[in-house]
């Protein structure tokens, strides 16, 4: 029932044309088809701006690790000039959609926070390592988007990832995950 009621509730996903003919995107919510802001959503928003530099403000704790790659790939498609501006929390899933961007700007006071992919499973014990198997490939996606980023070995972002890294702007603009403060 919580699912079916969350589905009917607005999400906090705006997107508002600039008046010097760039747009917004306001990402202020989970990314989820369920709880938040669905790829298919963000995609045709997305997909819908044909002209002009675009600013993607996020504020979301992450989400669906497939969706969030959606919308990586269109962010990496898309023509225009897309900054991602972290205006309050850019963790988990929506942080490797700020790494699609052409560039990351962080508030001050502003956090980042990478980790490992997680799930809940049911089954046996060959259904939980194939789940493990599953969760191992899809770190390393995502540390090669934070690598491609930063300009740091995938491996030392797996590190980031494993011991689940929370970043002020300060530590972000640091390891690479940002431009500017």
């Known amino acids: 029932q919580l699912v ?22 306001d990402l202020f919510d989970v990314i989820d088809d369920y709880y938040g802001v669905s790829a298919s ?19 979301s704790p992450g989400g669906d690790v497939f969706s969030a790659r959606a919308m990586v790939a269109a962010i990496s498609a898309h023509p225009s ?19 699609a961007c052409d560039s990351v700007v ?3 006071g502003s956090m980042m926070m990478v980790h490992c992919a997680s799930c809940i499973v049911w089954g046996n014990s ?24 930063t300009g740091k070995p995938a491996e030392e972002m797996l590190a980031l990832m494993t ?17 500017k403060v």
């Open 4 to 25: 079916i009621d969350n589905k009917a509730l607005p999400k906090l996903f705006e997107v508002t044309a600039k008046e010097d003919g760039g747009t917004r995107i």
């Open 41 to 59: 959503a963000f995609v045709s928003a997305l997909n819908g701006i044909k002209s002009g530099d675009i600013a993607l403000h996020i504020n």
């Open 81 to 99: 000039n897309i900054t991602a501006h972290i205006d309050g929390l850019a963790a988990s899933a929506a942080s490797y959609v700020a790494m």
């Open 106 to 108: 962080m508030q001050a």
């Open 126 to 149: 060959s259904d939980m390592n194939d789940m493990a198997s599953l969760l191992d490939k899809i770190d390393e996606t995502i540390a090669s988007d934070y690598s491609r980023k």
């Open 163 to 179: 011991a689940e890294t929370w970043m002020t702007s300060a530590e972000a603009l640091e390891y690479g995950f940002a431009d």
